[in-house]
């Protein structure tokens, strides 16, 4: 039932309803303090129903109107609607008044502040904090990691995904001396890459690299070029470039940055990170910015070039989606190569540059 404010004259704390220990009987009574306990005495007067010292009550926090609850050791429950009275009380016993809730509950306004304030910085941190951790994750990664990151990704891809290349080992060997003359261009040199070959599954025509230098290409991507070898050492320098500028790894730190943030945090990031480093779970659904890519493609137009290859080689292989696979859109068939028309105008217009020539449409 309602009750009314009262005063704290006299001991008196406020008033309300007073029921017994697993009882849903209710006695209308008043919160009294009395030889240094807090007592609930029937309205009418007489003996009290329970009582305590304040140490041992359990009060409910203050949240709006919400009645407020008392509840005694013996397990009776005192409930009034006077929150300013006891408010009052604890205030003056040194306990604090209404809480942290109930603030919030009666100054929405300043939860809107809050809310639009926490937005405000976790944008800031996006935008500049991010980035800048990923730089010094970048300058401090021990060689070990990549080197299991790359492990555990080819791992986890053969066991779901690839089968045992079939292309013929004279294939083979054609496309591993181009890619051996190309990585001997790369300041990491020959013995920093590992080439892979690969039945692609259902992922079909495709290339990547993964973070320790490790590159894969699949059957079909070759079967997709034909006899065009150059074009596949151009695609593998592309690929060389995202792991000579650590595309890979700066990725993967920048997806996982706020939820390692939150991992440790939650005290679990020891088995999250044991997980993203042995199996090479999260490398998977990563892909490339767009500008991650132009940078690869203007890799491979510069190490093309110096391996004495026709730098442009690689925009064949984008002329090639668009007329084998339909690829004109500004999304790629290769969720790793979102490539456009555009994107091989670019890489065109970089080869001429490199090598001198003059563009024939400003002639």
Known sequence: MASEPVANAGGAIAKGDWHPAGSSRSVEALLVEGAGEVLAQPAAGGKALAGAGLSWLDISSRVGSIPRRVTFPDGSIFETWDNDGIDRYLAMRGKGGAGFVHWLEQFRLRLIVIVLVAFALGSVIYRWGVPALVEVAILTTPPMVPQLMGQGTLATLDKTTFSQTKLPEARRKEIIDG?????????????????????????????????????????????????????????????????????????????????????LIAGDVGSAMEDVLVQGGGLLALSYSRAAEAEADRRSVELMAKAGYDPAAIARFFGLLEEKLGDRSNTSLLSTHPGTPERKKDITDYARIISGQSDPDLQ
């Open 179 to 263: 890619f051996a003359r190309i990585a001997a261009q790369s300041p990491r040199g020959a013995k920093a890459y590992n080439l892979n070959f690969r039945d692609g599954g259902f992922i079909g025509p495709n290339a990547f690299a993964l973070p320790d230098g490790t590159l894969v290409i699949t059957d079909q991507l070759v079967e997709l070029a034909g006899t065009d070898t150059e074009m596949l050492v151009g695609v593998l320098a592309h690929e060389i470039g995202h792991v000579e500028l650590e595309h890979s790894l700066r990725q993967f730190y920048r997806a996982a940055g706020m939820t390692g943030l939150i991992m």
